[in-house]
């Protein structure tokens, strides 16, 4: 059974740093991974999507990377704002376009 | 952009009761999916639907039943409510397999 594991689970950082978020997971038999962000009291946002074929993804000040054979990838977050702070969740989609959720890393950007 | 609309953002309902939560997407995704969302625990699926008509369980089904007449509605029913499953849900889509998955904003379902 696919899980999912999200370090750090919490994180503090000062504006204009730059940070990583990791995700990890068992079972590396993945369609894609997508991570999202939720806002408190929110659904969620889709804002990187990668497929098992591909290394990474970029998006604006995101970065997120695959190595699919040890089953993990980052979240890559430059030059961080008050605006990002959020809950990152990572997913991995397997059969049926399924998604196993990692738990999530709270973020808070400090002004 | 895609959308993906809850009709019911709070919902109060006693034990017992026969709860609907109604989903719309606006893409003509193929995929719709609903979950819960509860502190630790995490995002957990309920159902998910591939097709009209179409349904599969999820990781959680009991107590739950979906209906998906129409490509973009589905819709999650609590035949006889109980309090455990007050709950965040959300619903979600996406095209066809393998692509981004869009959620909706959730629906806060409390049962007393």
């Known amino acids: 059974k696919q899980e999912v594991t999200q370090i750090p689970a919490a994180l503090s950082v000062p504006e204009g740093e730059n940070l990583v978020l990791n995700c990890s997971f068992t079972?590396?038999?993945?369609?894609?991974l997508q991570w999202f962000r939720q806002d408190p009291g929110k659904g969620l946002t889709s804002l990187l999507l990668i497929q098992s074929s591909q290394r990474e993804q970029t998006s604006g000040r995101l970065n997120a990377s695959l190595d699919k054979s040890s089953g993990r990838s980052t979240l890559y977050i430059a030059a961080s704002q008050p605006g990002d702070s959020a809950t990152y969740l990572c997913?991995?989609?397997?059969?049926?376009?399924?998604?196993?959720f990692g738990a999530g890393t709270i973020l808070r950007v400090k002004s | 952009d895609v959308k993906v609309t809850q009709s019911s953002r709070y919902l109060v309902k006693r034990t017992g009761e026969k709860v609907f939560l109604e989903c719309v997407q606006d893409?003509?995704?193929?995929?719709m999916f609903w979950y819960r969302q509860d502190p630790g625990l995490g995002l957990r699926l309920i159902y998910f639907s591939y097709d009209v008509k179409m349904k599969e369980k999820g990781d959680i089904p009991e107590g739950y039943s979906v209906s998906r007449e129409k490509k973009e509605r589905f819709s999650l029913i609590l035949e006889s409510a109980s309090t455990n499953q007050t709950s965040m849900y959300l619903c979600?889509?996406?095209?066809?397999?393998?692509?981004?998955?869009?959620f909706g904003e959730g629906s806060w379902l409390t049962v007393v």
């Open positions: 079972d590396s038999a993945i369609y894609n």
């Open positions: 997913a991995v989609s397997s059969y049926g376009n399924k998604l196993v």
């Open positions: 893409m003509d995704h193929e995929n």
């Open positions: 979600a889509s996406s095209f066809r397999s393998g692509n981004t998955i869009y």
